[in-house]
């Protein structure tokens, strides 16, 4: 079973930058992907960044502000956020994908004006 924790989120103003992280346990193949989701109150789930094996995707939102990097050796991702946006404001999760996919509880990201 694969577990998976983050970190990082907190209360920051706009403009400012947080930095998630995503710790997973268990049998974690690399060439997998690795990636960060969020969900804001009365919104579906949406893929924020996603990283396999060097290849990134980014939603069109987040462009040219966050940065998804991994850390293969400590089985950790991570989400740089800089320039947040009040939009940004969501309960963010951590998603390993396997045959299924394995998500984090998540850590509350809020972006004040």
């Known amino acids: 079973q694969v577990q998976l924790v983050e970190s990082g989120g907190g209360l920051v103003q706009a403009g400012g930058s947080l930095r998630l992280s995503c710790a997973a346990s268990g049998r974690i193949f690399s060439s997998n992907a690795m990636g960060w989701y969020r969900q804001a109150p009365g919104k579906q789930r949406e893929l924020v960044a996603d990283i396999t094996s060097g290849s990134t995707i980014y939603a069109d939102s987040v462009k040219g502000r966050f940065t998804i990097s991994r850390d293969n050796a400590k089985n950790t991702v991570y989400l740089q956020m800089n320039s947040l946006k009040p939009e940004d404001t969501a309960v963010y999760y951590c998603?390993?994908?396997?045959?299924?996919?394995?998500w984090g509880q998540g850590t509350q990201v809020t972006v004040s004006s």
């Open positions: 998603r390993y994908r396997e045959l299924i996919n394995y």
